[in-house]
């Protein structure tokens, strides 16, 4: 597996409460995604990153935000957590040559 | 902005036997079309993946073919073997590979 790295790996949290999930990468690659996958929707883009500092929107932004203040970190906040944003969210790097690489994942439950 | 479909979502096919996954897109300007295996629990992983200038790529029991002119690429797995069982997806992008898009998946089972 390309070297992605995703904390926690596992979330319990209340609807309302602030949350903020890490994905770390250790190939230098200049793209980085947050993907979100839920039954029957496959993967769908909330938001990615194309260098330090350098984001945009996916097609499922609303009520998420992102940060990525090192080419090796892409943080994704969840502001105030609802319970539509219980899902398994993915991190993804992509390099020069196109192909994508996914983390092992964040399983987040929003009770 | 890219719209990709992927057909069937369900698949059941007897050990040894062929299977074949389909999806279409819908922006001409992408050019680069990968596949994701993702077993439960796992996270997909990239199993093949063909660009615009190819029509066919092979690789061992797995092949994808690209059909520039209607749009739609295949997915072919020969000799089917239970651990090919899982969810396959297929994704376009364009060459800057800013955004991937997704088909909504396909859970192939191969019946021992």
């Known amino acids: 597996d390309a070297g992605i790295t995703q904390s926690p790996r596992h979330k319990v949290t209340e609807t309302g409460t602030p949350v903020t999930l890490r994905c770390h990468q250790t190939?230098?690659?200049?793209?980085m995604y947050w993907y979100r996958q839920d039954p029957g929707h496959g993967l769908r883009l909330i938001h990615y990153?194309?260098?330090?500092?350098?984001?945009d929107k996916g097609e499922v932004s609303d009520g998420y935000s992102v940060s990525r203040s090192k080419t090796e970190d892409f943080l994704l906040t969840l502001e105030s957590a609802t319970s539509s944003q219980t899902s398994v969210y993915f991190c993804?790097?992509?390099?020069?040559?196109?192909?994508?690489?996914f983390g092992p994942g964040t399983r987040l439950t929003v009770t | 902005g890219e719209n990709v479909e992927q057909h069937p979502s369900t698949l059941s096919v007897q050990e040894g036997d062929s299977a074949v996954i389909k999806c279409t897109y819908s922006?001409?300007?992408?050019?680069?079309f990968p596949w994701y295996k993702q077993e439960l629990g796992k996270r997909p992983q990239l199993i093949i993946d063909i660009r615009s200038n190819v029509g066919e790529k092979k690789d061992q029991r797995i092949a994808v073919t690209l059909n520039k002119t209607a749009k739609h690429f295949s997915l072919h797995i020969t000799e089917t073997q239970p651990e090919d069982s899982a969810v396959y997806f297929c994704a376009a992008t364009t060459n800057t590979g800013n955004q991937f898009y997704f088909g909504t998946g396909t859970s192939l089972t191969v019946i021992p």
């Open positions: 993804a790097i992509s390099g020069q040559g196109n192909e994508q690489y």
């Open positions: 190939e230098n690659h200049r793209y």
């Open positions: 922006d001409s300007a992408s050019n680069y």
């Open positions: 990153s194309y260098g330090v500092k350098d984001t």
